[in-house]
Each structure stands twice: as structure tokens, then as C-alpha cells.
T-cell receptor, first 116, second 111 residues
């Protein structure tokens, strides 16, 4: 099973709302990622978690708050977003790189976020 | 800072043609290179991953090559089909697990 699931598929929120995006994988991957993708642009890395610890934060505004409660789950908490934050938010996972494993990143289908 | 360029930005071919997509990167100190496919409004599907020590990888009608010293990779698609129509993204992997993406090539295969 090489599936990464994301919920919800679509989300519309106002600038004062608090919402969360969820991502789940059951491939035993210990690295998980959040990406943001604007229309007709490539994905941009936001956060990397390795072994449930935040290892990379690409200078993302604090209105985005990631959380990794266990090795299978990754959340992205959203608060006080701006209309320019509207985008496709992609979650990915991979093995933590070792001699015997590859770190192919497997992506979920994404959450289409619209901020009004 | 790693920069990844993909040429062409768009490509339209008749069904059955063999085609090549190009990817170049500025910093040869890479860990790996991954090719993805993305359908409109969807997530990314991993096609092939080439480790920095490898020269090529094959999967079905797809063949990807890597020349790390010259900073280039190609994705070869044999006998193209309409179902191959999508955006193809090249991404370079660094030592910190960060993927740097190119802007993609939009491929249209016409029946």
C-alpha cells in the first residue's frame, strides 16, 4: 500500500476561522512533509518532520502550525489565514534515508483550500 | 541555492511518438532526482527515482537518465498514449530531504 490520504479534499474558510488539515500514511514512513502549491506553479516545501520531530521549517508564517502526533499522522493547523494562502496543500511521506531504503516521496491527493 | 529548469514548458505530440523531457539543475551535489506526474488539480504520482550514484532507471515505457556532473536528467517516454497527458515535474533531492522542483512540462498526447 503506497497511499497517503488527506482530509478534507476541499476547504473554504474565512480569515477569522481556525481549521485543520489532516494527512495519514501507513507505509511505516518516518519522514513526512507539507507542501503548498499555487496554480500553475510547482510545489513549495513548508515543513519536514522526521521521527515525529520538526526538522525543517521553510520560514512559514506562524498562522500555519504543523503537528505530528504519531508516526502515521500529520496535521496542519490554520488560523487567521489570508486570501493569498488559497492553494493546494499537499502532504507527502518517505522512508528515512538508509542504505537499504530509498526516500521516494509519496504524495497525497491534496486539500484545495480557499480563504475568503 | 539549487535551481531546477525544465524544457520545454509545454509539448504536444501525436499518439505513438517517442518523446524526451529535459531537466537541468545548477548544484550537482544532489542526493537523488525524482520524476513525478501531476494531473490537473490532483496530487503528484512518483514515476521514477534515481539515486545520485545511478545513471538511469526504467519502469515500463519510461526511462530516466541522470548525468550529475553536467547537471542534467532526461525522461524518455516510449510510444506515447493520450493517457500520458499530464504535467511532468522533475525534483532534485538534497541531503536535508528537501525536494527542489522544476516548473514542469505540460504534455499533451493527441489521439
Amino acid at each position: 500500500d503506497t497511499e497517503v490520504t488527506q482530509t478534507p479534499k476541499h476547504l473554504v474558510m474565512g480569515m477569522t476561522n481556525k481549521k485543520s488539515l489532516k494527512c495519514e500514511q501507513h507505509m511505516g514512513h518516518r519522514a513526512m512533509y507539507w507542501y503548498k502549491q499555487k496554480a500553475k506553479k510547482p510545489p513549495e516545501l513548508m515543513f519536514v518532520y522526521s521521527y515525529e520531530k520538526l526538522s525543517i521549517n521553510e520560514s512559514v508564517p506562524s498562522r500555519f502550525s504543523p503537528e505530528c502526533p504519531n508516526s502515521s499522522l500529520l496535521n496542519l493547523h490554520l488560523h487567521a489565514l489570508q486570501p493569498e494562502d488559497s492553494a493546494l496543500y499537499l502532504c507527502a511521506s518517505s522512508h528515512y534515508r538508509t542504505v537499504t531504503s530509498t526516500d521516494t516521496q509519496y504524495f497525497g491527493p491534496g486539500t484545495r483550500l480557499t480563504v475568503l | 541555492k539549487q535551481e531546477v529548469t525544465q524544457i520545454p514548458a509545454a509539448l504536444s505530440v501525436p499518439e505513438g511518438e517517442n518523446l524526451v523531457l529535459n531537466c537541468s539543475f545548477t548544484d550537482s551535489a544532489i542526493y537523488n532526482l525524482q520524476w513525478f506526474r501531476q494531473d490537473p488539480g490532483k496530487g503528484l504520482t512518483s514515476l521514477l527515482l534515481i539515486q545520485s550514484s545511478q545513471r538511469e532507471q526504467t519502469s515500463g515505457r519510461l526511462n530516466a537518465s541522470l548525468d550529475k556532473s553536467s547537471g542534467r536528467s532526461t525522461l524518455y517516454i516510449a510510444a506515447s498514449q493520450p493517457g500520458d497527458s499530464a504535467t511532468y515535474l522533475c525534483a532534485v533531492g538534497g541531503s536535508n530531504y528537501k525536494l527542489t522542483f522544476g516548473k514542469g512540462t505540460l504534455l499533451t498526447v493527441n489521439p
